[in-house]
C-alpha cells in the first residue's frame, strides 16, 4: 500500500507539470485521483470516452455487471417451501442503474417478481450475507410497515436501501417468503444473487479493505474544549 501510494503521489506530481499520463487499471480510486478523462476498452475496442465519472459509470453498467443484474428462478430447483408461492427472478439496481456494482453510500434496489398458486398471507425477507458467511441483516417487509395482501398470479414489487454503508466485498442475497402466523417456509433461495461493493466511493478518501471491517460510518466530530 506504501509503495502504492508513493508511486500515485508521483503520477500526480508528473500530470501537474502539464504531461500527458497514460494509466492503465481496475482501481476505480486510483482512477477517479489520478484521471480526469477516461477510455473504456472492451474486446481490444474503445467503446466510451469521457470524464471520469461518466466512463466510471459506464464501466461499471457494461460486461458481467450489467448481464448479472438479472437473475432468473424460473428452472431453480435448489430452493425449498410449500411452494404456494414462488420467487420468479430479482433484478438489481445501483442508483436506478441496471448492475450488481455498487459504491460504497449507493441506493441499492432490489426488484422481485413473485408468483402466486393459491390465495395465501404472505411476508418476504432478504438476507445479507458478506463473503465471509457472516448473515449482516435479516430485513423483512414488516420492519418497513408495510404488508402484502394475497392474491393470486404474478405480481412485482420494489425493495429501495438509501444508503448501502459497507465496505469493499462481494455480498450474497437469500430470499425467503413464509407464513406471517407460523413461519412455515412457502419459497427460500439460499445465496441467490450477489452485488460487489467496488473502489472508487466519492464519499471515501481511503482504501477500505474487507479485512479492516463490514460498515462504514461518517459520525460528526466536534471538539468541545480546547486550550
Not at 66 to 79: G, L, P, V, Y
Not at 150 to 162: A, R
Not at 201 to 209: C, E, G, M, T, W
Amino acid at each position: 500500500q506504501e509503495f502504492q501510494n508513493k508511486s500515485i503521489g508521483k503520477m500526480q506530481d508528473i500530470s501537474k507539470t502539464g504531461r500527458t499520463v497514460i494509466f492503465v487499471s481496475h482501481n476505480l480510486n486510483s482512477i477517479k485521483s489520478l484521471c480526469t478523462k477516461g477510455l473504456l476498452i472492451e474486446n481490444g475496442k474503445s467503446v466510451f470516452f469521457g470524464d471520469i465519472d461518466s466512463t466510471i459509470s459506464k464501466y461499471l453498467s457494461s460486461g458481467n455487471a450489467a448481464n448479472q443484474h438479472m437473475i432468473d428462478f424460473e428452472n431453480n430447483t435448489d430452493r425449498t417451501g410449500n411452494g404456494h408461492l414462488k420467487f420468479q427472478n430479482v433484478s438489481l439496481f445501483a442508483n436506478d442503474t441496471p448492475t450488481n456494482k455498487l459504491f460504497t453510500g449507493d441506493k441499492l434496489k432490489l426488484r422481485i417478481r413473485i408468483k402466486s398458486y393459491s390465495s395465501v398471507r404472505f411476508i418476504v425477507a432478504v438476507h445479507l450475507y458478506n463473503s465471509s458467511e457472516i448473515r449482516l441483516s435479516n430485513v423483512t417487509n414488516m420492519d418497513s410497515n408495510f404488508s402484502f395482501s394475497p392474491f393470486k398470479g404474478e405480481q412485482e414489487f420494489d425493495i429501495e436501501f438509501d444508503s448501502m454503508m459497507l465496505y469493499t466485498d462481494t455480498y450474497k442475497i437469500s430470499l425467503w417468503v413464509g407464513d406471517p402466523a407460523t413461519h412455515e417456509n412457502i419459497d427460500y433461495i439460499k445465496h441467490c444473487c450477489e452485488f460487489e461493493i467496488v473502489e472508487g466511493s466519492p464519499i471515501i478518501n481511503r482504501a477500505l479493505p474487507k479485512s479492516t471491517g463490514i460498515l462504514f460510518m461518517q459520525p460528526e466530530w466536534t471538539i468541545i474544549n480546547k486550550k
